[in-house]
C-alpha cells in the first residue's frame, strides 16, 4: 500500500513492505540479483520524496533507522557521475554503517537521471549542485518528527568536495561533514593532476626514467603549497612532468590561475575556485578521508591543504586521514593507474550478471534503485569501519 502526502515543495510516497514468498527468493536467484540485494541496508522505513530545485526536479529516497526520530541524517553529495540515488547499489554498504550507527541518510538521483529531470550547465555544474543540495537541506528540515533539524551533515565524495564548501559558505544548517577523495585545489589544477597521471601510467621512455623519479620527489615538497608562489611551482613540476609523457598530454584551458585569481578566489570563476578558503572558516565536525593511490586528484595536496585550512580556522574538530593502499573508490589496490582501478567496476558488474561497464548504464538509469550490482564492491574495511567508528562517536 502507498500512502501519497501532497505538500508545499515536494512529495511523499511512503511504502509498507510487502511480505516476500519463498517463490520470490527463488526467482530473485534465478535472476542472479541475489548477491546484490543481499548488501542492501534493510531501514525500518524508505520514503521517496520529490522536490524542486529551480529548474531541476529531484526525486529521491530518505531512508531511516530502527527506532525512534528524530534522528541526525547524512545527505549524499554525488561526484562527477550520471548517478541515481544509489549509484547503482556503490552507496549502499555507505549507507548501511550510517544506519547501523543511528543516522537516516537522504540521496536522490541527479537531474537527468533515474526519475529526476532537467540537465546540468557544465560550465556551471558546482553552483547547481549546490543550490540543489541547499534545497534538500530545506526538505530535512521540514521533516521534524523524523529528522533533527540541528544534526544535518553532509557526506561526498570527489566532485562533492567543490560542492560541499560552496553549500557550505551559503548555510548555518549543515551540522558535520565527511568528504571522501577530496581535492585541495581548482578544478582546472586538478584537471591537470588527472590528465598528466594517467599519461604517466600510459609509459614513459626508458631514457626518461631518472628525471621521472627527480620530478615525482620534487612534487612531493612542492605538493605541500600554501602561498601563490609555491603553487606556480607545484603547477610548474605538473608541467614537467607532462613533458616527459609519451604523448604528450593536452593540457589546453587548464593554466595556472592568475595572482588576481587566486586573491579573489570567486566562486562564480568555477575552475580557478579553490574549496579550501571557506574551510578556513570552518569549525563544525569534518572528517576528511583520501586514499594515498588516487590519481584522479592529488590525494597527498589534498588531504595537506584540507589539514592546514582546518587548522587555520582552529577547528578543534576535525579528522584528516590519508589511507595507505587505497585508490579513489577506497578499494584496495597497487596500482596508482586509472585503467587498473575501473578493472574492479567491471569485476563486480561480471560477477552479478551484467556485461561491461558501459553497457548495463543505460538499463540502471531508467530503474533507480532498482538494479544494485555495485553493492557488491569491495571497499576497504578500514574505510567503512572509519566512517561509523566517527560517526557514533558525533552522534555520542
Known amino acids: 500500500m502507498k500512502r501519497k502526502v501532497n505538500m508545499k515543495n515536494y512529495t511523499i510516497h511512503a511504502f509498507k513492505r510487502s511480505e516476500i514468498t519463498l517463490a520470490t527468493i527463488l526467482l530473485a536467484l534465478a535472476l542472479l540479483l541475489l548477491p546484490s540485494c543481499a548488501r542492501q541496508p534493510q531501514p525500518a522505513r524508505v520514503e521517496e520524496i520529490t522536490f ?171 605538493r605541500k603549497f600554501e602561498t601563490y608562489d609555491e603553487y606556480l611551482h607545484y603547477r610548474e613540476v605538473l608541467d614537467a612532468l607532462a613533458g616527459i609523457g609519451s604523448p604528450t598530454p593536452d593540457l589546453t584551458g587548464l593554466g595556472t590561475v592568475t595572482e588576481l585569481g587566486w586573491r579573489l578566489n570567486d566562486p562564480e570563476v568555477q575552475d580557478w575556485w579553490n574549496p579550501v578558503r571557506v574551510i578556513e572558516q570552518t569549525k563544525i565536525p569534518i572528517l576528511v578521508i583520501n586514499g594515498d593511490k588516487d590519481t584522479i586528484l592529488d590525494p597527498v595536496q589534498g588531504a595537506y591543504a584540507w589539514k592546514a585550512a582546518l587548522e587555520k580556522a582552529g577547528n578543534s574538530k576535525f579528522r584528516v586521514e590519508l589511507l595507505p593502499g587505497l585508490n579513489h573508490y577506497m578499494a584496495a589496490t597497487e596500482s596508482t593507474c586509472l585503467k587498473d582501478h575501473m578493472k574492479t567496476f567491471k569485476q563486480v558488474l561480471q560477477d552479478q550478471g551484467y556485461g561491461s561497464v558501459d553497457d548495463p548504464f543505460a538499463l540502471l538509469s531508467k530503474k533507480p534503485g532498482k538494479h544494485t550490482p555495485l553493492s557488491a564492491f569491495p571497499y576497504a574495511p578500514v574505510y567503512l569501519d572509519l566512517l561509523e567508528e566517527w560517526l557514533r562517536e558525533l552522534h555520542g
Not at 550510517?98 to 526519475?115: K, T
Not at 521533516?143 to 560542492?163: C, F, N, Q, T
Not at 598528466?196 to 626518461?208: A, F, L, N, Y
Request: aromatic content about 8%.
Open 52 to 222: 524542486q530545485s529551480g529548474e531541476f526536479t529531484l526525486v529521491g529516497d530518505l531512508r531511516t533507522p530502527t527506532g525512534k526520530g528524530p534522528f541526525p541524517v547524512v545527505l549524499f553529495v554525488h561526484g562527477d557521475a550520471p548517478a541515481d540515488r544509489t549509484l547503482f547499489g556503490w552507496y549502499l554498504p555507505i549507507m548501511e554503517r550510517m544506519l547501523r550507527a543511528g543516522y537516516a541518510v537522504f540521496s536522490w538521483d541527479n537531474p537527468g537521471v533515474g526519475e529526476s529531470t532537467g540537465t546540468t550547465n557544465r560550465a556551471q555544474i558546482i553552483k547547481q549542485q549546490a543550490q540543489i543540495l541547499l534545497d534538500a537541506i530545506e526538505v530535512m528540515k521540514a521533516h521534524p518528527s523524523e529528522i533533527d533539524p540541528g544534526r544535518i551533515g553532509l557526506w561526498g565524495v570527489s566532485m562533492a568536495s567543490y560542492v560541499m564548501p560552496l553549500a557550505l559558505s551559503q548555510s548555518q544548517d549543515i551540522a558535520f561533514m565527511i568528504c571522501v577523495s577530496c581535492a585541495g585545489i581548482s578544478g582546472d589544477g586538478q584537471m591537470a593532476f588527472l590528465i598528466i597521471s594517467q599519461t604517466i601510467c600510459d609509459g614513459v621512455p626508458v631514457e626518461k626514467g631518472a628525471e621521472l623519479s627527480r620530478l615525482l620527489a620534487e612534487l612531493d615538497t612542492a
